[in-house]
């Protein structure tokens, strides 16, 4: 009996031992994300531009980050620095660059969920410190589709378009902490999506990068919902769009600091709009107020 009893206590020390030795893996592998001295961590955002569609389904199987550590890249305001390229081409800035693999569960993703100042979060992920110039988006080549007026369709990739890229252009990162950053990718999904003669629908990505803290937006309200307005956010720099939800709000983000002209265009018979002179303030959302159209 005592050497059954020796033997028991002894397995159930040796299974305690085994749960602690877990314990601390699963520990070591959550402490991963410790920054070092050298390292930011980055936080990668997704958000979406309005398409008239019920929903668009897009396959992200991986994100990459373009980082240079061989420039110089801190300013003196202690902020990333980046200079603009060109999103197609390499030239002599790109050289010394390498891309990073940042952590992402791969997943399929309805875009519209992220309309009108929604968004997910991608990737949060410790990278080398150097100056970050591009991202690179890779897409499955199933599961992507898209539903109009209640009927599903699948959504094809253009040739070539396996793989996005995606320039960072300006100081386009909120800084959240001590090299810790945040950046939000808006996949337009209405510029995205190319409907050819043969009824098909394919999906070349229009992506663009921005930072909250370093542009701006507009909100507000557009009634009745009958209308099925279509927003047009424009100034003579730049044109973005969006789509009212059921009751009527509609954000657009992303927006460089100046004056905005916000056009209203409904269907139905109800009469269009513009307000002018909406100023947008970089970190901060304008409000172009309630909207009711009429026929």
Known sequence: MMKTHSFKWLSGVLAAFLVLAGISCNKSDVQTDDIGPNQNKISVYLTDGPGYFDSVFVNIQGIAVKI???????????????????????????????????????????????????????????????????????????????????????????????????????????SVASNHYKIWIDFDAGRSIVRVHDGLFYLRPFLRAFAVSNTGAITGTVKPKEAYPVISVYNDKDTLYAIPRRDGMYMVKGLQEGSYSVFINPSNGYKDTTITNVPVVAGKTSQAGVVTLHK
């Not at 699948?154 to 396996?162: I, R, T």
């Open 68 to 174: 240079d550590t061989t420039q110089k890249w801190w300013d003196h305001n202690n902020s990333p620095h980046h200079q603009r390229g060109n999103c197609g081409n390499q030239d002599q800035r790109d050289q010394g660059a390498f891309w990073d693999t940042l952590k992402v569960t791969p997943g399929i993703h309805n875009l519209l969920d992220f309309a009108n100042g929604a968004d997910i979060l991608l990737s949060s992920s410790v990278i080398p410190k150097g100056r970050i110039m591009a991202f690179k988006i890779t897409l499955g080549s199933t599961g992507n589709r898209l539903s109009k007026n209640g009927v599903s369709y699948p959504l094809n990739l253009m040739a070539g378009w396996n793989t996005v890229y995606v320039r960072v252009y300006g100081d386009n990162f909120q």
